[in-house]
């Protein structure tokens, strides 16, 4: 088996040195899709904003393609490949969708390598080239979210980390943005995320970890975790 491009051992984080995520072990094997899933407030993006930098873990550590990166600041992880698209999408609503993807390749000088990254995000997501030139709050909540991932992939990540991009969408847009991730994973980019559609994440994910109060509850295969009764009841109303 491959070593993981990203391993978490006995993370705790927080807040003001307060820690609502309590010793969580993960990994994420090379070209894998993995979930994160639990319910709200359980610390799904409190997790994901701990790799990034965004947070320090209060102990633990974080290895990144066997790279401590337990202490560096965002710009730092996004320099070694991490993507962290957050929940909210967090765009510039006044920027048009070119400006907003540029923004993502912000790190690289040449000119002609962004010009061909957008090139291929537009392919990707066809809906951005017909909806280049309009401002990003002009498009329909989905459209942002295709917009947000595409931006997140700008960068070229070795790991992409997706924080709920089902939030505010209604189900038929939830299952197109899914396929899109599983499309996106396909292509061979890494993919991290957080859900609290416990169902929807584990029917694209390789493998899963269920996340409750701060703690590793269950994991495994994700068909695994689909079948298991405690999840079915606890989170799929059944
Ligand atoms: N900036 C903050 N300061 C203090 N506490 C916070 C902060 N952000 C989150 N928390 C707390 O940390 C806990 C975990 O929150 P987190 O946002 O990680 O959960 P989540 O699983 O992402 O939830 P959701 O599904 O609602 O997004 C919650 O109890 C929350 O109130
Ligand atoms: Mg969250």
Known sequence: MADPILTLADVHAGYDGVPVVFGV??????GELVAVV?????????????????????????????KDISRLRPHQTLALGISYVPEGRRLFPKLSVEENLRLGAYTEKSGAEIQRRLDEMMQLFP???ER??????TLSGGEQQMLAIARGLMSKPRLLMLDEMSLGLMPTLV????ETVV???????????????????????HRGYVLQSGRIVQSGPAKELLDSEEIR??????
């Open 25 to 30: 072990s993960l990994e994420v094997l090379p």
């Open 38 to 66: 639990g319910a709200n407030g359980a610390g799904k993006s409190t997790t994901l904003r701990t790799i990034a930098g965004l947070n320090n873990p209060l102990r633990g550590s974080i290895q990144f393609e066997g």
């Open 127 to 129: 809906v951005l080239r």
């Open 132 to 137: 280049s030139r309009q401002t990003a709050e």
């Open 175 to 178: 299952e197109r943005m899914m």
């Open 183 to 205: 499309a996106v994973n396909r292509s061979g980019v890494t993919v991290l995320l957080v859900e609290q559609m416990v169902q929807e994440a584990l029917e694209i994910a």
């Open 233 to 238: 009841k606890a989170y799929m109303g059944m």
